[in-house]
């Protein structure tokens, strides 16, 4: 974010007692055409030091089909998904990032009304409140709130209640304007 030109504090290796940070490659595909565009369920985890590295191999010898070792526990992952998601990281380059993190936050402006990054809780419409500090947008409660929650619940469960769910709460909002 700061490649971007918004000032936030340090969440990184910078801060002495960080030692590990994640990020889901596939997070970012909220729209294909922008943000991440990483195939899902790719994830990358770095280390400040190798030597925590070495905590996150498993390894059994005693496998029937012999040594076996991989560095997660949820085993090998896809090589082609890997290889897609480092092409796209290549393409979209350093810029292609800071852009999307622009629009990012432009679309968080828009959610929340505002000019500017949410310093604390935002009212939406009177029926919505959302809670943020600095850039990052951090949930929503009040009626409106609940409801949006009872979507992430069910957006989870069942594909056809997703698309009847987000038309409600799409069409809720938009009674309120």
Known sequence: ME???YSVPAYDFRLPGVTSISADLHRLI??????GQCPGRLSVLMYREPVFLRHQFFTNSEWPGGCYATPTMSGG????AVATAWAIMLRKGRDGYINACQRIVEDQW???NSEQPPHSTICLKKTLSVEGRKLSMLG?????????EELRRGYQKDKEARKEAAAAAAQA???EE
């Open 3 to 5: 490649h971007a030109d």
């Open 30 to 35: 909220t729209d294909l055409r922008r943000y």
């Open 77 to 80: 992952r896809d090589g082609g």
């Open 110 to 112: 828009k959610v929340t």
């Open 140 to 148: 929503a409660t009040g009626e409106m709130g609940k409801k949006l």
């Open 173 to 175: 909002i938009k009674d």
